[in-house]
């Protein structure tokens, strides 16, 4: 059975979630990447791996070096997803804030 990889799969590791975040703004090759972790080159290629498959990720082989570069667009995704959830916490919100002014009226 084949892993489906999404944005979602990418971000729930917190190791996935340093590299895109160290990369944010900056490309660096594999072993710089890896250099800044105390696991193993092989576990930093996976953990890359997952991320170029989800596209939030992206190499660009110049010369010999084959550098990563962060690609937050599929972020949008996460962002849609979470605003459902802002929006009901919103309303929830408003409707106890309702609640407490009615309460509040009926003691005075």
Not at 39 to 66: W, Y
Not at 71 to 89: G, S
């Amino acid at each position: 059975m084949e892993t489906r990889r999404d944005v979602f799969h990418a971000i729930a590791d917190p190791t996935r979630r340093a590299i895109l975040h160290m990369l944010a703004g900056k490309k660096m090759n594999l072993n710089a990447v890896a250099d800044r972790f105390d696991i193993s080159r092989p576990a930093i290629s996976r953990h890359i791996k997952v991320l170029t498959e989800c596209g939030m990720v992206i190499i660009k082989q110049e010369g010999r070096e084959r550098y990563c570069i962060a690609n937050p667009q599929p972020l949008k995704e996460v962002e849609a997803w979470m605003k459902t959830y802002k929006d009901f916490w919103a309303d929830s919100l408003d409707a106890l804030d309702e609640f407490l002014k009615k309460q509040r009226t009926r003691k005075k």
